[in-house]
């Protein structure tokens, strides 16, 4: 079994930057993808970036050249940098981590994002 505990989220003002962390214990030999997911009030969860074991990426077009995940193996840790942040990026991110030979998906609690105008 594989534990997420997100942190870095909070209240910036629009253009401003953060950098999300995602720290993951547990079972984590098995860990293949790793990737960032977000959600606003009332809205359904949706994609943002996700990052391979290999290191090769993958952005949704609405964070396209704002937004950089990266990983750190040694420290069982994903990354997500925010910059030139605009109010429609506010809501609940969570980081998310693939398992295993059947590609079990484990999810963190979230963190809060707002961006202010």
């Known amino acids: 079994q594989v534990q997420l505990v997100e942190s870095g989220g909070g209240l910036v003002q629009a253009g401003g930057s953060l950098r999300l962390s995602c720290a993951a214990s547990g079972n984590i030999s098995s860990i293949s993808d790793m990737g960032w997911y977000r959600q606003a009030p009332g809205k359904q969860r949706e994609y943002v970036a996700a990052?391979?074991?290999?290191?090769?990426?993958n952005y949704a077009d609405s964070v396209k050249g704002r937004f950089t995940i990266s990983r750190d193996n040694a420290k069982n840790t994903v990354y997500l940098e925010m910059n030139s942040l605009k109010p429609e990026d506010t809501g609940v991110y969570y980081c998310t981590v693939r398992v295993g030979p059947r590609g079990y998906v484990y999810w963190g609690q979230g963190t809060q994002v707002t961006v202010s105008t």
């Open positions: 990052i391979t074991s290999d290191g090769s990426t």
